[in-house]
């Protein structure tokens, strides 16, 4: 017996799809990667950048060729958020979707909307728009996974620059948590913990220019332990 044969499945299969969750933030505010579809199903609405998977490709590879071929951007997914396998998430046939979480730094927000998708657009993260197929669970999925990983690992410091103030992390975690923190008690905390250090300013001419910090990767890990929580 021919051993392919032999192996070979004899009953359905789903197709199967990745979902790419990507986050920037400006310094201002937290961001989200969208684009519009450029064909049907849910033509002109917005979606996460995605697509099918490939036969010889793992998932990680198809998020990181879709993110590449429908925006522009080639970087790696950071984490999986979740498989997502409603029955009538994608009206073209039962479809289940593996979405992925990627982190970007200011400097890779140049956007190029390429293949099938008409249009690629940053949102605010408080301001998105209606979502095409599933895509509002995806969010919702993400949001949570997002807080989970601002309280356990150093991951909002992939998102900011290499010096940044604490009022611009302050407007990091406000817009991660949904929650306005007390200025004063925030940044005590911050500067208390060791998770940041601060950048000596040289200028003469700006003595009062804004106290510029950077992330200490092993004050993060010390203070860790102590179950340090911003709330």
């Not at 293949?115 to 940053?122: F, Q």
């Not at 949102?123 to 949570?144: C, G, Q, S, T």
């Not at 950048?199 to 510029?212: G, L, M, Q, S, T």
Request: aromatic share 14%; proline share 6%; with cysteine.
């Amino acid at each position: 017996m021919d051993n392919k044969k032999k192996y070979e499945y004899d009953y359905w299969r789903p197709a199967m799809t990745v979902d790419n969750v990507v986050l920037n933030f400006d310094g201002n505010q937290l961001r989200m990667l969208l684009i519009r579809r450029g064909d049907e199903p849910f033509k002109d609405q917005w979606a996460f950048p995605g697509g099918f998977l490939e036969e010889n490709e793992t998932l990680e590879e198809a998020a990181q060729r879709e993110l590449k071929e429908e925006t522009g951007i080639n970087k790696a997914p950071f984490i999986q958020i979740g498989t997502f396998s409603r029955l009538d998430r994608d009206p073209r046939g039962r479809t289940i979707s593996t979405a992925f979480l990627t982190l970007t730094k200011p400097s890779e927000n140049i956007l190029k909307a390429q293949d099938d998708a008409a249009e690629a657009c940053w949102f605010p993260v408080h301001n998105m728009p209606a979502l095409a197929f599933d895509h509002e669970d995806i969010l919702r999925k993400a949001k949570f996974i997002l807080q989970v990983l601002f309280h356990t690992t150093p991951v909002p410091y992939q998102l900011m620059n290499n010096i940044f103030t604490l009022p611009e992390m302050q407007r990091l975690f406000s817009d991660v948590f949904e929650h306005e923190f007390d200025r004063r008690n925030f940044q005590k905390k911050f500067i208390s913990s060791g998770i940041l250090s601060p950048v000596a300013n040289d200028n003469k001419e700006r003595p009062n220019a804004p106290i510029y910090y950077r992330f200490n990767n092993g004050g993060f890990y010390t203070y860790q332990k102590k179950k340090f929580n911003i709330g």
